[in-house]
């Protein structure tokens, strides 16, 4: 079973424009991540942001994250045709520190 | 360059036949993993390796078998490969667990017909 889910499914912005994608997870986390996958390619690690955390920064990358609701969030601020990929959360459960579990992904298009 | 490096990059087997999906990486990382990407369906976890000298089934094991031949290789073999098992496969490594990212292979996109 999937224990992060991403909203949108799919996500289309002008270049330029900033793009917000969600997360939900469903237990107690130690650590949430982002990873960007390009058509065809492997998956590429972004960004992790621990319990404790709340926001996190990196670049043009900023994340959130709220253990009450179970949520996060990703913003990609002043989008770049290059950044048109899907976008995966990725949760391990506060258990164990062994594994990562995905979701669908967010699939994100920039329009030059 | 560092990094996973899987074999082969493509793969068309019949129904029946077995293959071993080959994965080395060269970070000193502790922790393998094998997943399977599907449409519509992420990444599931096959099998793992948390350190050397040990795996455990992940979400999606059966049809599988993996071997942690040394530090720095885990191969995930198909005995009887099936027509459900044409998918892309990922090999990732960490340097321990979840406690950092991932390192993803290229993957190797296999075909059963």
């Known amino acids: 079973s999937q224990q992060g889910e991403e909203d949108p499914q799919a996500l289309s912005i002008q270049e330029g424009e900033n793009a917000t994608m969600n997360c939900s997870y469903k237990?107690?986390?130690?650590?949430l991540q982002w990873y960007r996958q390009n058509s065809g390619r492997g998956l590429v690690h972004l960004i992790l942001i621990r319990s404790n955390e709340r926001e996190k920064h990196s670049g043009r990358l900023r994340v959130t994250l709220d253990t009450s609701k179970k949520s996060s969030s990703l913003l990609i601020t002043a989008s770049r045709a290059a950044d048109t990929a899907s976008y995966f959360c990725?949760?391990?459960?506060?258990?164990?520190?062994?594994?990562?579990?995905f979701g669908t992904g967010t699939r994100l298009t920039i329009i030059p | 360059n560092a990094g996973v490096t899987q074999t082969p990059k493509f793969q068309v087997l019949k129904t029946g036949q077995s293959m071993t999906l080959q994965c080395a990486q060269d970070?000193?990382?502790?922790?393998m993993y094998w997943y399977r990407q599907d449409p519509g369906m992420g990444l599931r976890l096959i099998y793992y390796s948390a350190s050397e000298g040990t795996t455990d089934k992940g979400e999606v094991p059966n049809g599988y078998n993996v071997s942690r031949l040394n530090k720095r290789e885990f191969s995930l073999r198909l005995e009887s490969a099936a027509p459900s098992q044409t998918s892309v496969y990922f090999c990732?490594?960490?340097?321990?667990?979840?406690?950092?990212?991932?390192?993803f292979g290229s993957g190797t996109r296999l075909t059963v017909v």
């Open positions: 990725a949760t391990d459960a506060n258990f164990g520190n062994e594994k990562l579990t």
């Open positions: 237990t107690s986390i130690n650590n």
């Open positions: 970070m000193n990382h502790n922790s």
């Open positions: 990732a490594s960490s340097g321990a667990g979840t406690i950092y990212g991932y390192t």
